[in-house]
């Protein structure tokens, strides 16, 4: 890898990119977001505020150098940053997401590699693929979530062929659109351990992971829609996980896993977590 890249979703977290809130908002774009804005709730702008603080303060302290979109008016969920590219270890990829809602945060992304100084690898232009949908897995092993919708087969497929033809094994995982992404069904907490929720995930998915050596700490439907499954892994068994998921952080911490735990109630009604809301920039291999 060159100064910046990622080759897992494990290895000890340097930079992150995220997106400061100043225009959240809830928006009809999933099903988490859509239940709560029927319920006639409305995010309140402090509380968003402080729980992002609370996200940059945990990712401070475990001594993550932050770095930052510029937000834009018209662009309610650009604080899911994690949809609008994907760094790998070649350099970052321009997705292509499906909601006409989110299709410019593809601008302030291009602005900022080149403002940081790091080659696009690859733009995505075939089909629909975003960020939530892909699972650097380790280095040579890579999933990618497909919906139909957020994340198509077309889009899938073009991002995996130029992962295979650098040699990588990689998995296509279908999943109902409901769930919006594969990261609320599914993220990396370390080499070794990953949590998701069996009784949606598609079972040969679950089998491949076993088969490459990866338990899974099993989530509930309820916790699934709660985004409990959507942790940021740190490095070195620690992770940061939303406060309010009490049972798996309890789980997580049985099984040795340093979790630091910001509340994030409110900004996950939105429908998006710890995973949504930061995209790696750079990582320590594995």
């Not at 709730?41 to 475990?62: I, K, S, Y």
């Not at 080149?114 to 890579?142: F, K, M, Q, S, T």
């Not at 892994?233 to 996980?241: F, P, Q, W």
Request: charge should be negative; hydrophobic fraction near 40%.
């Amino acid at each position: 890898m060159g100064t910046w890249g990622v080759d897992s979703e494990t290895g000890v977290l340097r930079d992150v990119l995220l997106c400061a809130p100043d225009h959240y908002d809830w928006l009809p774009l999933n099903a988490v977001a859509r239940a709560n804005i029927a319920s006639g709730a409305r995010p309140d702008p402090q509380a968003v505020r402080r729980e992002f603080r609370e996200l940059e303060d945990a990712l401070e302290g475990a001594g993550v150098r932050r770095h930052y979109l510029t937000p834009e008016p018209h662009l309610g969920y650009q604080v899911y940053a994690r949809d609008s590219s994907q760094m790998t270890p070649w350099g970052p990829v321009v997705t292509h997401m499906f909601k006409p809602e989110r299709q410019g945060e593809y601008a302030p992304v291009i602005h900022f590699y080149e403002r940081l100084g790091c080659p696009i690898w690859r733009y995505a232009n075939h089909g629909h693929v975003e960020g939530g949908d892909i699972a650097i897995i380790r280095p040579g092993l890579l999933a990618i979530g497909h919906t139909g919708t957020r994340t198509d087969l077309n889009g899938a497929r073009q991002l995996a062929g130029w992962f295979e033809a650098e040699g990588w094994e990689v998995r296509l995982v279908p999943l109902d659109e409901h769930f919006l992404h594969l990261d609320v069904v599914f993220c990396m907490v370390n080499d070794r351990l990953a949590v998701g929720c069996t009784q949606v995930l598609d079972p040969d998915f679950v089998e491949w992971l076993a088969g490459h050596g990866i338990a899974l700490l099993d989530t509930s439907y309820r916790e699934v829609m709660d985004l409990s499954c959507n942790l940021l892994s740190l490095g070195n068994d620690r992770v940061i996980s939303a406060l309010h998921s009490a049972r798996l952080n309890a789980a997580l911490r049985a099984e040795g896993i340093t979790v630091l735990d910001p509340d994030l109630r409110v900004i996950t009604r939105g429908g998006g977590g710890a995973h949504c809301l930061t995209m790696p920039l750079r990582r320590e291999a594995l």
